[in-house]
């Protein structure tokens, strides 16, 4: 234990001084203001409980478990990454510590960093309680109970999962967060409304722990009420009524499950050690010992050779021509292209291909609803890799050191990005426009514009993929599954937003370029 302590300790202080931190910082702070003013609300149909410390506390709670459960998750997954990227984990392999313990501080450590922001919003919650003074008396049992009983459990088997897909090779990286992402919405938010109720085990978001007494409460005060709970982002279409509401009745049959999902947590950490690897290097000794299998040792004749040569001290240097200073669009142009696309696997392409074709043959109304967006998230692996490719393989002093690396660079990769997504949505572009669809065709252009922008622009600043990873699928998600209008960047379901988002575009773009003369000083 004294092991696992120091370990999650001293990852701990680390990752609280890195300036992706005080950004994940920001937003929680900016969370807890959206709660204050009532953009995110928690509600039984047009009603509410009364802004008490057992009400303020449950909807923060739950608010803490969608959004941070979700988002939080990419906070602290990175933490093996990094002691591969750093070789710490290799300084740590010749170490007797265990496969087990290793991952347990791990996991220690990521709850300690969600935890911190659970304890910011739960600060938020008092403040609250205070700015709507719907009821002045504080009782701090009332408010901090849901988030000692549901928060932390829920936060706890986060931190599992993170440490879990970092255990599992093909998890580790962008591929790992895409499936996160699809796995919270489609898994665990789902079972957890649908099943929590019946099984407290399932009840991983909490939902079922506060919704029956809340129904109970909300009948007795407006019999019309039919039994619906949501946790909203939408103001309400009719004006809402607040009911009293004193809170749960911690039992034994309500906290016990809640303990057992730190259980489960702690059997997903150490089910990853089953997985782990414990920086082991020998499959790369492997392959390179296969990439150099046609390079023998020196025989006696290279022996011979090799001693004919040292005894002879004439040195002759073939002379340089001179360098051109043309700047060759072409070439360069090229070889981004076949870095964004470098090492996808064959079924990609089909894939890819078929998309493709179907957008020149299918109804307009199947590409809108299913084509489209298939095809503008198919790429999302090879966008994710614009502005930051250089910190990743450690080549930013070849490449900043080239002619104009500005200039030359930044708008070639950029138009790299922009043609895989013209290819991608180049059969709907057409098809808008033989149906005389001009705002559809102006909306989706404007769209193609935005994605390698945003790539571009986050991965120079976040010097990682995760960001247009975690941001674009939002998007692509709300924007265009959801009907989220605001989000809806290929104009699919409101053709008008196309100059906003062609202005986006052209920001991004200027902040992609701020970001790199911002590299090339420091």
Known sequence: MNVIYHLARADFLERTRRYSFLIMLGLVLYLGYLVNIGQITLRLETYRGVFNSAWVGSMMTLVVNFLLGWFGFYLVKNSIARDYETGVGQIMATTPLSRPVYLLGKWLSNFMVLDLLVLILMLAAVAMQFIQREAPQIDFWA?????????????????????????????????????????????????????????????????????????????????????????????????????????????????????????????????????????????????????????????????????????????????????????????????????????????????????????????????????????????????????????????????????????????????AGFVVALLMGGGTLVRFGLADEIASQLSLAAGLLFIPSLALALGVWTGSSKAFEVVYVVFWYLGLLNKVLELDYLGLHTPQNWPVYLLLSLALFALALLGRQRQLKS
Not at 258 to 271: D, E, H, P, S, W
Not at 274 to 283: A, M, Q, V
């Open 143 to 415: 408010l901090s109970a849901p988030f000692l009983f549901v928060a932390l459990p829920f936060m706890a088997l986060v931190a599992a999962l993170a440490v879990l897909f970092e255990s599992i090779s093909w998890l580790r990286g962008s591929f790992g967060n895409v499936v996160y992402f699809f796995l919270f919405i489609m898994v665990i938010a789902m079972v957890a409304i649908m099943f929590g109720g019946q099984i407290p085990l399932l009840d991983w978001l909490g939902f079922g722990v506060f919704k029956s007494s809340m129904a109970i409460a909300a009948q007795a005060a407006y019999p019309a009420y039919q039994g619906g709970l949501a946790l909203s982002m939408v103001p309400a279409s009719a004006e809402i009524q607040p009911f009293e509401w004193a809170g749960v009745d911690w039992t034994l049959s309500i906290i016990l499950p809640r303990l057992a999902i730190f259980g489960l947590a702690i059997g997903l950490t150490l089910l990853g050690a089953l997985f782990f690897d414990r920086f082991d290097t020998s499959r790369a000794r492997l392959r390179g010992k296969k990439a150099v299998s046609g390079v023998n040792e020196p025989g006696p004749s290279d022996e011979m050779t090799s001693t004919t040569a040292e005894s002879n001290p004439t040195v002759r240097l073939t002379p340089l021509t001179a360098a051109s200073p043309r700047f060759h669009f072409g070439t360069l142009f090229l070889a981004e292209l076949r870095l964004l696309l470098y090492r996808l696997p064959w079924w990609w392409y089909l894939v890819a291909v078929g998309l493709i074709a179907a957008s020149f043959f299918l109804p307009l109304e199947t590409l809108r609803q299913n084509i489209l967006p298939a095809a503008l998230v198919w790429p999302l692996l090879v966008w994710s890799g614009l502005g930051y490719r250089e910190t990743r393989h450690d080549t930013r002093q070849m490449v900043f050191s080239a002619p104009r690396p500005l200039w030359n660079q930044i708008p070639v990769a950029w138009l």
